[in-house]
């Protein structure tokens, strides 16, 4: 079974270029949450979506945003790039979005120069 | 302000040896609370759990303790191998917090051979 699959896998952009991340959930699973990572830290919560509609938000701005489509893949779209926005972008999928089994991918490593 | 913290940015151990990560949190509305284990290129795997309704979980090689009165958790691994070195992330939840996770900054483990 595949598991969750992330593309790219690298990306290097210029400051306020606009970038479209993208992950496809472990088949039956119905949700899909994104994490940022940034060198030396944890994975900090940007957003989950169930069923196609948008469960949480982290404290991110507005430039951040997201959407899951009918096939419960998904896109994190991030507008007018600044260099902190440089990170390890995660995506995790669950079958319900609860506490249990969560997995997730490799991860999509943005550069902003 | 970090929520979850992991104070020992890496920790080295000898093979055969027991591997002790610690974690300690503020907010007392977490109640759910896991270890996930990070190789360099992947994503994080979930590695074990715990509810604040128990005080232990062991799952073969790996044990993890909650002390609820002092908001700080545990992993213990017996016997660690080599293969057990990568970052390990601390994270909490709670039912509030819509069912996502605020992670600790990590803790490098290196088992020596």
């Not at chain 1, 926005?85 to 999928?93: F, H, I, N, P, V």
């Not at chain 2, 970052?87 to 605020?102: E, H, L, M």
């Amino acid at each position: 079974d595949a598991g969750v699959t992330q593309s790219p896998t690298h990306l290097i952009k210029t400051r306020g270029q606009h970038v479209t991340l993208r992950c496809s959930p472990i088949s039956g699973h119905k949700s899909v949450s994104w994490y940022q990572q940034v060198l030396g830290q944890g994975p900090q919560f940007i957003f989950q979506y169930y069923e196609k509609e948008e469960r949480g938000r982290g404290n991110f701005p507005d430039r951040f945003s997201a959407r899951q489509f009918p096939n419960y893949s998904s896109e994190l779209n991030v507008n007018a790039l600044l260099l902190g926005d440089s990170a390890l972008y995660l995506c995790a999928s669950s079958v319900t979005g609860g506490a249990f089994g969560y997995t997730f991918g490799s991860g999509t490593r943005l550069t902003v120069v | 302000d970090q929520q979850v913290k992991q104070n020992s940015p890496s920790l080295s151990v000898q093979e055969g040896r027991i591997s002790i990560l610690n974690c300690d949190y503020t907010n007392s509305m977490f109640d759910y609370f896991l270890w996930y284990k990070k190789y360099p290129a992947e994503g994080p795997t979930f590695l074990i759990s715990i509810s604040s309704i128990k005080d232990k979980n062991e799952d073969g090689r790996f044990t993890v303790f909650l002390n609820k009165s002092a908001k700080h958790l545990s992993l213990h691994i017996v016997p660690s191998q080599p293969g057990d070195s990568a970052v390990y992330f601390c994270a909490a939840s709670d039912a509030n917090y819509g069912q996502n996770f605020v992670f600790g900054p990590g803790t490098r483990l290196s088992v020596l051979p």
